[in-house]
């Protein structure tokens, strides 16, 4: 019988090594919490025209296609930011959060994804149903382009990821016959299979709560009290774009190597409360370098930390101010910093775990 739908009770999407000549199992993670995920692939051909005919007498391929990925997931113990590529510190906020990313780690810099489907009618994360009638959808060779989170007042914590990857493929169960890498220089597609762990609700806690959320803008605010900003909204990200590099003999771009400065910015709205002396004119003679955060703490009410993401050497880029008849008057504020080498401990995003118990 054909399947009429599928729907998010039957998906799951793992993370995993990229390889094209060695089985890859094993290290494949499962992301937990995740709310969509979106995947596309777009060919681009270049016509071949001649006199004699209107009509292009061929359309060849000259660059890889392009393969865009993109999901969300509820913040939860930084186990996802672990398993996605990203390096975790435990609490004093000096490893960059890009380190792994930077020095090229091939287990972490490159991935593999997988979106799985079990039958119709079936949770994924739940034991009981046969994994021989399962589909997995892969991508092959994934690199991050950008990584946000986003907490707003009455809404949960959420991350959005955005990657580009080099191959799709589509193959029946969670042990298949070919993972999705190729080889970047050929073309060539991979002769490994791959092994993915049943799919499972995941540990930790079920999400993060804002009103466990602290945010910490020391003194880096222009003529207000900083400590009387009732934030409504914070966002962090980094844009991580890629160059794709070619040579002559090579089908395809066989690197796809980041364009520096990377910048991370942290952007937060709040209504306004008290007003302080400043002077913009003297930002001119005394620009200074701000550290800026926001923690997300365990919801199990033990104040722990469970998430804390810091910019280091922080400008202050813009504030825009808000008034209108029936509303609190607002004010958006906006500071950026680019990310330093992986060795560099006093500027750029650091990402820090959960506390100890």
Known sequence: MARKRVIYQSEALFVGPTGTNAEVSGNNKQ???????????EIARQDINQYGNLAA??????????????????????????????????????????????????????????????????DANVAGWTTNNAKTIGLGNVNLTSYQIEASVGDIPTTTVNAEALNMNFVGGITGVQNPAINPEDGKKATAGFKLQTPVSGSGYSALRPGDITVTLASSTLGLDENDIKVQTATVSVEISREPIQKLGSRFAFTKEITFPVVATFSVEGIIGD?????????????????????????????QRALKYTLKKAKLDSQNFSSSIGSNKTVSLQWSTQIGGPNETDVGLFIDGPEAA
């Open 275 to 303: 007003t302080s002396a400043a002077n913009l004119a003297n930002i001119l003679d005394n620009d200074q370098d701000y550290t800026v955060s926001i923690t997300l703490k365990k919801p199990d009410g033990s104040g």
């Open 57 to 122: 007498i061929d359309r060849i391929i000259l660059e890889q296609p392009t393969v865009s990925l993109d999901y969300t997931y509820y913040l939860n113990s930084g186990e996802n930011e672990s398993n996605i590529g990203l390096a975790l510190g435990t609490g004093d906020a000096t490893t960059q959060a890009l380190s792994h990313i930077l020095t090229g780690r091939a287990d972490t810099d490159i991935k593999n994804y997988y979106i799985v489907t079990s039958p119709e009618g079936t």
């Open 31 to 41: 992301l937990n919490r995740v709310q969509s995920v979106n995947y596309n692939f």
